[in-house]
Protein backbone atom coordinates (compact mmCIF):
# COMPACT_ATOMS: atom_id res chain seq x y z
CA UNK A 1 0.00 0.00 0.00
CA UNK A 2 0.86 3.22 -1.04
CA UNK A 3 1.97 5.58 2.07
CA UNK A 4 0.35 8.63 2.52
CA UNK A 5 1.62 11.76 2.49
CA UNK A 6 1.78 13.33 6.42
CA UNK A 7 1.04 16.65 5.38
CA UNK A 8 -2.15 14.90 4.03
CA UNK A 9 -3.53 14.11 7.30
CA UNK A 10 -6.64 15.77 8.60
CA UNK A 11 -5.32 19.35 10.55
CA UNK A 12 -6.06 20.36 14.05
CA UNK A 13 -4.98 23.68 15.05
CA UNK A 14 -4.62 24.78 18.57
CA UNK A 15 -5.07 28.76 19.53
CA UNK A 16 -2.35 29.18 22.47
CA UNK A 17 -0.14 27.66 24.48
CA UNK A 18 -1.08 27.20 28.23
CA UNK A 19 -2.55 25.02 30.01
CA UNK A 20 -5.66 23.83 27.97
CA UNK A 21 -3.69 24.33 24.75
CA UNK A 22 -0.63 22.01 25.70
CA UNK A 23 -3.29 19.30 26.47
CA UNK A 24 -5.29 19.73 23.74
CA UNK A 25 -2.26 19.49 21.66
CA UNK A 26 -1.17 16.26 23.28
CA UNK A 27 -4.62 14.58 23.46
CA UNK A 28 -4.99 15.29 19.34
CA UNK A 29 -1.74 14.18 19.00
CA UNK A 30 -2.17 10.58 20.46
CA UNK A 31 -4.90 10.37 17.55
CA UNK A 32 -2.83 10.08 14.77
CA UNK A 33 -3.77 13.44 13.28
CA UNK A 34 -1.98 16.24 12.08
CA UNK A 35 -1.60 19.36 15.09
CA UNK A 36 -0.20 22.64 14.70
CA UNK A 37 -0.33 25.04 17.95
CA UNK A 38 -0.01 28.68 17.34
CA UNK A 39 1.45 30.99 20.35
CA UNK A 40 2.71 34.93 20.64
CA UNK A 41 6.66 33.09 21.82
CA UNK A 42 5.60 29.16 21.69
CA UNK A 43 6.16 29.23 25.38
CA UNK A 44 3.90 27.27 27.80
CA UNK A 45 3.51 29.57 31.21
CA UNK A 46 3.39 27.82 34.94
CA UNK A 47 1.33 30.96 36.20
CA UNK A 48 1.17 29.52 39.56
CA UNK A 49 4.84 29.75 40.18
CA UNK A 50 5.10 33.47 38.99
CA UNK A 51 4.20 34.50 42.56
CA UNK A 52 7.64 32.62 43.77
CA UNK A 53 9.37 33.81 40.71
CA UNK A 54 8.74 37.54 41.37
CA UNK A 55 9.89 36.95 45.20
CA UNK A 56 12.92 35.66 44.01
CA UNK A 57 12.22 31.96 45.24
CA UNK A 58 12.57 30.36 42.01
CA UNK A 59 13.98 31.52 38.35
CA UNK A 60 11.69 33.28 35.53
CA UNK A 61 12.75 29.99 33.42
CA UNK A 62 11.09 27.58 36.12
CA UNK A 63 7.95 29.43 35.45
CA UNK A 64 7.71 28.66 31.64
CA UNK A 65 9.05 26.27 29.11
CA UNK A 66 9.04 26.07 25.44
CA UNK A 67 5.95 24.15 24.19
CA UNK A 68 7.30 21.90 22.02
CA UNK A 69 10.02 20.78 24.86
CA UNK A 70 6.85 19.34 26.57
CA UNK A 71 4.43 17.55 23.70
CA UNK A 72 6.03 16.57 20.58
CA UNK A 73 4.42 19.03 18.22
CA UNK A 74 5.08 22.00 15.63
CA UNK A 75 4.77 25.35 16.94
CA UNK A 76 4.24 28.39 15.47
CA UNK A 77 5.31 31.68 17.04
CA UNK A 78 2.24 34.26 16.09
CA UNK A 79 -0.76 35.99 17.79
CA UNK A 80 -3.78 34.48 16.39
CA UNK A 81 -6.13 37.79 14.75
CA UNK A 82 -8.73 36.66 12.92
CA UNK A 83 -10.76 33.59 12.49
CA UNK A 84 -12.33 32.29 9.57
CA UNK A 85 -14.78 30.45 9.82
CA UNK A 86 -16.30 29.66 6.64
CA UNK A 87 -12.95 29.43 5.00
CA UNK A 88 -11.80 27.13 7.89
CA UNK A 89 -8.44 28.97 8.42
CA UNK A 90 -7.02 31.42 10.76
CA UNK A 91 -4.96 34.64 9.90
CA UNK A 92 -2.20 35.27 12.00
CA UNK A 93 -1.27 39.45 12.72
CA UNK A 94 2.25 38.47 10.45
CA UNK A 95 -0.61 37.73 7.74
CA UNK A 96 0.26 33.98 7.35
CA UNK A 97 -3.07 31.97 6.92
CA UNK A 98 -3.49 28.51 8.07
CA UNK A 99 -6.16 26.39 7.58
CA UNK A 100 -7.50 23.79 9.34
CA UNK A 101 -10.05 21.29 9.85
CA UNK A 102 -11.18 21.48 13.23
CA UNK A 103 -9.58 24.60 15.68
CA UNK A 104 -9.40 24.69 19.36
CA UNK A 105 -9.54 28.23 20.85
CA UNK A 106 -7.60 28.30 24.36
CA UNK A 107 -6.20 32.00 24.07
CA UNK A 108 -7.12 32.08 28.27
CA UNK A 109 -7.54 35.85 30.23
CA UNK A 110 -6.08 38.43 31.09
CA UNK A 111 -6.28 40.84 34.31
CA UNK A 112 -9.86 41.98 35.08
CA UNK A 113 -10.12 45.93 34.02
CA UNK A 114 -10.40 47.61 37.56
CA UNK A 115 -12.45 50.91 37.92
CA UNK A 116 -10.20 52.46 40.11
CA UNK A 117 -8.26 55.95 39.23
CA UNK A 118 -4.76 55.03 39.02
CA UNK A 119 -4.22 51.25 38.87
CA UNK A 120 -3.56 51.58 34.71
CA UNK A 121 -0.61 53.97 35.74
CA UNK A 122 0.90 52.95 39.05
CA UNK A 123 0.20 49.86 39.93
CA UNK A 124 2.17 46.44 39.13
CA UNK A 125 0.61 42.89 37.69
CA UNK A 126 1.32 39.59 37.86
CA UNK A 127 0.35 37.18 34.93
CA UNK A 128 3.78 36.71 32.36
CA UNK A 129 7.30 35.95 33.52
CA UNK A 130 8.32 39.26 32.35
CA UNK A 131 5.88 41.04 34.90
CA UNK A 132 7.48 38.75 38.05
CA UNK A 133 11.02 39.62 36.90
CA UNK A 134 10.31 43.12 36.92
CA UNK A 135 8.02 42.86 40.09
CA UNK A 136 11.51 40.95 41.83
CA UNK A 137 13.52 43.62 40.46
CA UNK A 138 11.31 46.54 41.70
CA UNK A 139 11.03 44.68 45.13
CA UNK A 140 15.07 45.12 45.63
CA UNK A 141 14.87 48.59 45.79
CA UNK A 142 11.52 48.34 48.04
CA UNK A 143 10.97 47.99 51.49
CA UNK A 144 7.34 47.83 51.34
CA UNK A 145 4.38 45.74 49.20
CA UNK A 146 0.99 46.38 49.00
CA UNK A 147 -0.64 44.21 47.38
CA UNK A 148 -4.53 44.55 46.53
CA UNK A 149 -6.77 41.70 46.24
CA UNK A 150 -6.93 38.39 48.10
CA UNK A 151 -7.99 35.64 45.59
CA UNK A 152 -5.38 32.80 44.95
CA UNK A 153 -2.78 35.65 43.08
CA UNK A 154 -2.88 37.98 46.14
CA UNK A 155 -2.72 35.15 48.64
CA UNK A 156 0.66 33.51 46.69
CA UNK A 157 2.32 37.21 46.14
CA UNK A 158 2.04 38.31 49.66
CA UNK A 159 3.13 35.06 51.25
CA UNK A 160 5.90 34.52 49.22
CA UNK A 161 7.03 38.19 49.62
CA UNK A 162 6.86 37.93 53.28
CA UNK A 163 8.48 34.68 53.52
CA UNK A 164 11.45 35.18 51.00
CA UNK A 165 12.03 38.89 52.51
CA UNK A 166 11.34 39.04 55.66
CA UNK A 167 12.55 42.48 55.95
CA UNK A 168 9.86 43.93 53.47
CA UNK A 169 6.83 44.92 54.97
CA UNK A 170 3.76 43.21 53.51
CA UNK A 171 0.07 44.19 53.39
CA UNK A 172 -2.80 42.22 51.83
CA UNK A 173 -5.92 44.28 50.89
CA UNK A 174 -9.19 42.62 50.34
CA UNK A 175 -12.20 44.78 49.53
CA UNK A 176 -14.48 41.31 50.82
CA UNK A 177 -14.73 40.28 54.54
CA UNK A 178 -12.53 37.24 53.98
CA UNK A 179 -9.91 35.98 51.62
CA UNK A 180 -10.19 33.20 48.82
CA UNK A 181 -13.74 34.33 48.85
CA UNK A 182 -14.52 31.77 45.86
CA UNK A 183 -13.44 29.21 48.52
CA UNK A 184 -15.41 28.25 51.88
CA UNK A 185 -14.94 30.17 54.35
CA UNK A 186 -12.89 28.09 56.55
CA UNK A 187 -9.94 27.87 54.07
CA UNK A 188 -10.10 31.53 54.11
CA UNK A 189 -9.68 31.76 58.01
CA UNK A 190 -6.70 29.20 57.37
CA UNK A 191 -4.98 31.16 55.00
CA UNK A 192 -5.31 34.40 56.94
CA UNK A 193 -3.78 32.85 60.24
CA UNK A 194 -0.73 31.59 57.66
CA UNK A 195 -0.38 34.95 55.95
CA UNK A 196 -0.19 36.90 59.31
CA UNK A 197 2.16 34.11 61.09
CA UNK A 198 4.54 35.31 58.00
CA UNK A 199 4.30 39.19 59.36
CA UNK A 200 1.78 39.83 56.43
CA UNK A 201 -0.73 42.60 57.43
CA UNK A 202 -4.00 41.45 56.70
CA UNK A 203 -6.81 44.33 55.70
CA UNK A 204 -10.49 43.02 54.76
CA UNK A 205 -13.43 44.53 54.08
CA UNK A 206 -11.98 47.43 52.61
CA UNK A 207 -11.98 48.57 48.77
CA UNK A 208 -9.09 50.14 47.49
CA UNK A 209 -10.94 53.74 46.70
CA UNK A 210 -7.68 55.29 44.34
CA UNK A 211 -4.00 54.11 43.97
CA UNK A 212 -1.17 56.68 43.50
CA UNK A 213 2.52 56.38 42.94
CA UNK A 214 3.61 53.46 45.87
CA UNK A 215 0.19 54.22 47.52
CA UNK A 216 -3.34 53.52 47.98
CA UNK A 217 -6.09 54.93 49.23
CA UNK A 218 -8.68 52.89 51.18
CA UNK A 219 -12.49 53.70 51.26
CA UNK A 220 -12.26 53.52 55.24
CA UNK A 221 -10.10 56.93 55.07
CA UNK A 222 -6.55 55.08 55.64
CA UNK A 223 -3.62 54.81 53.23
CA UNK A 224 -0.75 52.16 52.89
CA UNK A 225 2.46 52.76 50.92
CA UNK A 226 4.53 51.18 49.10
CA UNK A 227 4.82 49.18 45.81
CA UNK A 228 1.43 48.43 44.68
CA UNK A 229 0.70 45.00 43.13
CA UNK A 230 -2.92 44.64 41.55
CA UNK A 231 -4.25 41.23 41.73
CA UNK A 232 -7.59 41.85 41.50
CA UNK A 233 -8.97 38.99 39.28
CA UNK A 234 -8.98 37.59 36.41
CA UNK A 235 -11.53 37.99 32.69
CA UNK A 236 -11.53 36.20 29.89
CA UNK A 237 -10.74 37.73 26.65
CA UNK A 238 -12.87 36.28 23.76
CA UNK A 239 -11.85 39.40 22.12
CA UNK A 240 -11.23 39.08 18.31
CA UNK A 241 -11.37 35.50 17.59
CA UNK A 242 -14.84 34.68 18.98
CA UNK A 243 -16.54 37.89 18.12
CA UNK A 244 -19.95 37.89 18.61
CA UNK A 245 -20.28 34.46 20.37
CA UNK A 246 -22.69 34.36 23.62
CA UNK A 247 -20.88 34.52 27.00
CA UNK A 248 -21.47 33.51 30.38
CA UNK A 249 -19.50 36.11 33.48
CA UNK A 250 -17.55 36.64 30.22
CA UNK A 251 -16.17 33.67 29.07
CA UNK A 252 -17.29 32.08 26.10
CA UNK A 253 -20.48 30.05 26.04
CA UNK A 254 -19.33 26.33 24.79
CA UNK A 255 -21.82 23.16 23.77
CA UNK A 256 -21.76 20.25 25.64
CA UNK A 257 -18.92 18.76 23.57
CA UNK A 258 -16.68 22.08 23.86
CA UNK A 259 -17.50 23.17 20.28
CA UNK A 260 -18.97 26.93 20.01
CA UNK A 261 -22.60 26.82 19.67
CA UNK A 262 -23.19 27.66 15.63
CA UNK A 263 -19.40 26.65 14.89
CA UNK A 264 -19.25 22.76 14.77
CA UNK A 265 -15.42 22.99 13.98
CA UNK A 266 -14.14 25.53 16.21
CA UNK A 267 -13.46 24.66 20.04
CA UNK A 268 -12.97 26.94 23.15
CA UNK A 269 -11.35 25.68 26.35
CA UNK A 270 -9.49 27.02 29.00
CA UNK A 271 -9.83 30.59 30.94
CA UNK A 272 -12.28 31.56 27.84
CA UNK A 273 -14.52 29.48 27.99
CA UNK A 274 -17.71 28.79 30.52
CA UNK A 275 -16.87 24.96 31.48
CA UNK A 276 -19.58 22.92 33.79
CA UNK A 277 -18.81 19.95 35.35
CA UNK A 278 -21.27 16.60 35.05
CA UNK A 279 -23.64 17.95 37.16
CA UNK A 280 -23.41 21.21 35.00
CA UNK A 281 -22.31 23.28 38.02
CA UNK A 282 -20.17 26.23 36.50
CA UNK A 283 -16.71 25.18 37.22
CA UNK A 284 -13.56 28.20 38.37
CA UNK A 285 -10.99 29.43 35.83
CA UNK A 286 -8.11 27.48 37.06
CA UNK A 287 -5.08 25.68 35.98
CA UNK A 288 -7.24 21.64 36.59
CA UNK A 289 -10.29 23.10 34.69
CA UNK A 290 -8.18 23.92 31.61
CA UNK A 291 -5.91 20.87 31.43
CA UNK A 292 -8.96 18.55 32.07
CA UNK A 293 -11.47 21.09 28.82
CA UNK A 294 -8.08 21.16 26.89
CA UNK A 295 -7.48 17.68 26.46
CA UNK A 296 -11.51 16.67 25.73
CA UNK A 297 -11.04 19.89 23.45
CA UNK A 298 -8.28 17.91 21.38
CA UNK A 299 -9.42 14.12 21.53
CA UNK A 300 -13.08 15.95 20.39
CA UNK A 301 -11.44 18.72 17.51
CA UNK A 302 -9.25 15.13 15.89
CA UNK A 303 -12.87 13.73 15.94
CA UNK A 304 -14.50 16.28 13.93
CA UNK A 305 -11.54 16.77 11.70
CA UNK A 306 -11.51 13.51 11.02
CA UNK A 307 -15.38 12.93 10.52
CA UNK A 308 -16.02 11.05 13.62
CA UNK A 309 -19.15 12.30 15.97
CA UNK A 310 -17.60 13.71 19.20
CA UNK A 311 -18.80 12.97 22.75
CA UNK A 312 -19.89 15.25 25.52
CA UNK A 313 -16.93 16.06 27.79
CA UNK A 314 -16.65 14.98 31.34
CA UNK A 315 -15.15 17.46 33.51
CA UNK A 316 -14.79 17.35 37.10
CA UNK A 317 -14.38 20.01 39.90
CA UNK A 318 -11.04 18.65 41.74
CA UNK A 319 -10.16 21.04 44.11
CA UNK A 320 -8.14 24.06 44.48
CA UNK A 321 -4.69 24.25 45.86
CA UNK A 322 -2.82 27.52 47.04
CA UNK A 323 0.92 27.00 47.12
CA UNK A 324 2.22 29.74 49.82
CA UNK A 325 5.69 28.02 49.16
CA UNK A 326 6.61 27.35 53.03
CA UNK A 327 2.89 25.78 53.64
CA UNK A 328 -0.60 26.38 52.16
CA UNK A 329 -3.94 25.71 52.01
CA UNK A 330 -6.07 23.08 49.79
CA UNK A 331 -9.33 21.43 49.26
CA UNK A 332 -9.72 17.82 47.37
CA UNK A 333 -13.18 17.01 47.04
CA UNK A 334 -14.51 17.18 50.26
CA UNK A 335 -11.09 16.94 52.04
CA UNK A 336 -9.67 20.41 53.20
CA UNK A 337 -5.74 20.81 54.31
CA UNK A 338 -4.15 24.00 55.85
CA UNK A 339 -5.00 23.56 59.47
CA UNK A 340 -1.42 23.41 61.62
CA UNK A 341 0.84 21.39 60.10
CA UNK A 342 -1.21 19.55 57.37
CA UNK A 343 -0.16 23.68 56.01
CA UNK A 344 2.70 22.44 55.23
CA UNK A 345 2.00 19.22 52.70
CA UNK A 346 0.68 21.73 50.58
CA UNK A 347 3.84 22.36 48.45
CA UNK A 348 4.19 19.09 48.39
CA UNK A 349 0.71 18.44 46.85
CA UNK A 350 1.37 20.96 44.41
CA UNK A 351 4.47 19.61 43.36
CA UNK A 352 2.80 15.96 42.64
CA UNK A 353 0.03 18.02 40.52
CA UNK A 354 2.38 19.72 38.47
CA UNK A 355 4.44 16.45 37.59
CA UNK A 356 1.51 14.46 36.96
CA UNK A 357 0.50 17.60 34.34
CA UNK A 358 4.07 17.76 32.74
CA UNK A 359 4.19 13.49 32.81
CA UNK A 360 0.89 13.52 30.81
CA UNK A 361 2.36 15.94 28.36
CA UNK A 362 5.75 14.25 27.62
CA UNK A 363 6.21 11.65 29.93
CA UNK A 364 8.57 11.40 33.50
CA UNK A 365 11.88 12.91 31.96
CA UNK A 366 10.59 15.90 31.13
CA UNK A 367 8.67 16.09 33.79
CA UNK A 368 11.28 15.55 36.12
CA UNK A 369 13.59 18.59 34.15
CA UNK A 370 10.79 21.03 33.79
CA UNK A 371 10.05 20.75 37.89
CA UNK A 372 11.98 23.14 39.59
CA UNK A 373 14.44 22.00 41.69
CA UNK A 374 14.34 21.00 45.25
CA UNK A 375 17.32 22.94 46.02
CA UNK A 376 18.11 26.87 46.82
CA UNK A 377 19.02 27.68 43.31
CA UNK A 378 20.77 31.20 42.72
CA UNK A 379 17.94 33.78 41.39
CA UNK A 380 19.86 36.27 39.54
CA UNK A 381 19.27 36.30 36.05
CA UNK A 382 19.86 39.94 34.69
CA UNK A 383 20.58 38.54 31.48
CA UNK A 384 17.52 36.47 31.03
CA UNK A 385 16.07 36.68 27.22
CA UNK A 386 13.27 34.88 26.13
CA UNK A 387 10.56 36.77 27.71
CA UNK A 388 7.87 38.60 25.96
CA UNK A 389 7.76 42.41 26.58
CA UNK A 390 5.65 43.88 29.60
CA UNK A 391 2.55 44.60 28.74
C1 LIG B 1 -0.22 34.68 38.95
C2 LIG B 1 -1.23 33.57 38.73
C3 LIG B 1 -1.35 32.55 39.66
C4 LIG B 1 -2.25 31.49 39.47
N1 LIG B 1 -2.32 30.51 40.40
C5 LIG B 1 -3.16 29.46 40.20
C6 LIG B 1 -3.20 28.39 41.11
O1 LIG B 1 -2.51 28.38 42.12
N2 LIG B 1 -4.04 27.33 40.83
C7 LIG B 1 -4.82 27.31 39.70
O2 LIG B 1 -5.54 26.34 39.44
N3 LIG B 1 -4.80 28.33 38.82
C8 LIG B 1 -4.00 29.40 39.03
N4 LIG B 1 -3.98 30.43 38.14
C9 LIG B 1 -4.91 30.39 37.01
C10 LIG B 1 -4.39 29.44 35.93
O3 LIG B 1 -3.04 29.72 35.66
C11 LIG B 1 -5.26 29.60 34.68
O4 LIG B 1 -6.59 29.23 35.02
C12 LIG B 1 -4.74 28.74 33.54
O5 LIG B 1 -3.46 29.21 33.15
C13 LIG B 1 -5.68 28.79 32.35
O6 LIG B 1 -5.11 28.07 31.28
P1 LIG B 1 -5.43 28.49 29.76
O7 LIG B 1 -4.70 27.50 28.91
O8 LIG B 1 -6.88 28.66 29.57
O9 LIG B 1 -4.81 29.95 29.59
P2 LIG B 1 -3.30 30.43 29.73
O10 LIG B 1 -2.53 29.54 30.62
O11 LIG B 1 -3.42 31.89 30.10
O12 LIG B 1 -2.72 30.28 28.25
C14 LIG B 1 -3.19 31.05 27.17
C15 LIG B 1 -2.13 31.05 26.09
O13 LIG B 1 -2.67 31.65 24.91
C16 LIG B 1 -1.72 32.52 24.34
N5 LIG B 1 -2.42 33.52 23.51
C17 LIG B 1 -3.10 34.61 23.94
N6 LIG B 1 -3.61 35.27 22.87
C18 LIG B 1 -3.26 34.56 21.77
C19 LIG B 1 -3.49 34.73 20.37
N7 LIG B 1 -4.21 35.75 19.90
N8 LIG B 1 -2.97 33.82 19.50
C20 LIG B 1 -2.26 32.77 19.98
N9 LIG B 1 -2.01 32.55 21.29
C21 LIG B 1 -2.50 33.44 22.17
C22 LIG B 1 -1.03 33.13 25.57
O14 LIG B 1 0.23 33.67 25.22
C23 LIG B 1 -0.90 31.90 26.47
O15 LIG B 1 0.28 31.18 26.21
C24 LIG B 1 -3.08 31.50 38.31
C25 LIG B 1 -2.96 32.52 37.37
C26 LIG B 1 -2.05 33.55 37.57
C27 LIG B 1 -1.93 34.66 36.54
Known amino acids: MASRDPDDRPHVLVLGAGY ?14 RVTVVDPDGLHGFLPRLAAVAAGRLRAADAHAPLDALVDVPVLTGVAAHLDVAGRAVHLEDGTRLRYDAAVVTTGGAPASAPVPGVDVHAWQLHTPAHALALRAELRTSDRLVVVGGGATGVQLAAEAATVRPELAVTLVEARDRLLPTEPRHLGRWVTRLLERAGVEVVRGTAVDAVERDLVRLADGTTRRGTVVWAGGWQAEPGRLLPGAALEGGRVVVDADLTVPGHPRVLAAGDLAAHRDVLGRSLAMSAQTALQAGAHAGRTAAAIATGDRPGPARLFEL ?15 PLSIGLGPSARLVPWLHRAIDLRHLVKLGGPVVALRHTPSLWPTSTDEPEYGPLRAIG
Open 20 to 33: AGAHAASAARATGV
Open 319 to 333: GRVVDLGANGVARIG
